[in-house]
């Protein structure tokens, strides 16, 4: 399943790390070794920044979205949670148990 929380943290380092990167080519490009053309690294280091922040703002909707929904299951009306949901539909209906022992320890 999609957790938006995780994908989250992912894009926000990503985020942090591709804006270093970006600086480092912008100010310092040869620090950086292995680079043949420092313009194009900065063009793809910038489209790789933007993805990041494109996907934490997805992510920051998502979550923010979450915070509203209240509980998957209707609450209006008698006491229900969780637990006994099932329960109070389903208890004993044609259904036959054997004789509890009483045994002691």
Same mark, same amino acid.
């Given at each position: ?7 989250g943290? #992912?894009?926000a $380092? %990503? ?5 270093? *990167? #970006? /600086?480092?080519? !912008?100010?310092?490009?040869f ?6 053309? *420092?313009?194009?690294a900065?063009?793809? @280091?910038? =489209? /790789?920044?933007? $993805?990041?922040?494109?996907?934490? @703002?997805i992510?920051v909707?998502?979550? @923010?979205? =979450?915070?509203? /929904?209240?509980?998957? #299951?209707d ?6 949670n ?9 208890? %004993?209906e044609?259904? !036959?148990? %054997? /004789? *509890?022992? $009483?045994?002691?320890?």
């Amino acid at each position: 399943m999609f957790s938006p929380h995780c994908c989250g943290f #992912y894009s926000a $380092t %990503g985020l942090i790390f591709m804006a270093f *990167v #970006y /600086a480092m080519l !912008s100010s310092q490009p040869f620090f950086i070794s292995g680079i043949e053309d *420092v313009d194009e690294a900065k063009s793809s @280091a910038m =489209g /790789a920044l933007l $993805t990041f922040a494109a996907l934490f @703002a997805i992510c920051v909707a998502m979550i @923010a979205k =979450g915070k509203g /929904a209240g509980p998957e #299951y209707d609450t209006s009306g008698e006491d229900y949670n969780r637990l006994n949901i099932d329960l109070r539909k389903n208890y %004993g209906e044609g259904q !036959s148990y %054997g /004789a *509890v022992s $009483t045994d002691s320890y």
